[in-house]
């Protein structure tokens, strides 16, 4: 039987997790409850609503909680550009996460046209 673990969007999606820890662990003490508890609840967020959606029992169910993991890779981009324009990150860092995100982006764009398809 196939489960959220089998999935790549699934596991990109912890491997970015691990990235967002890790880059958060030297910003500045001040934004311990602010920008780095937002960054590291977005990227949570990701593969926790792939594996929920996966878990659902419709085809129609999963589609709307891989929405919100894309709404949450929506949200880390954003706050991932606000803590560049704070210079909280080296720009290979950057650079790096935010092509990260835009494979996720694709990937999950495709699984989401991939599930239409079979709903059809």
């Known amino acids: 039987m ?3 673990k089998d999935l790549d969007i699934w596991k990109e999606g912890i491997k970015l997790v691990e990235k967002i820890y ?10 311990k409850f602010g920008i780095v508890l937002q960054m590291q609840r977005s990227a949570v967020s990701i593969p926790t609503n792939i594996a ?14 891989l929405y919100i993991a894309l709404g949450s890779l929506s949200e880390l981009e954003t706050l991932l550009i606000i803590t560049d324009k704070l210079n909280y ?15 996720l982006r694709r990937m999950i764009l495709n699984f989401i046209k991939y599930q239409k398809g079979k709903k059809k």
């Open 89 to 103: 990150v080296a720009k290979k860092e950057y650079n790096e996460i935010f092509e990260e995100i835009e494979k």
């Open 22 to 31: 890790k880059l958060t662990e030297n910003f500045p003490d001040n934004e």
């Open 52 to 65: 929920e959606g996966a878990a659902r029992q419709s085809i129609k169910e999963f589609i709307q909680f």
């Open 2 to 4: 196939i489960t959220h």
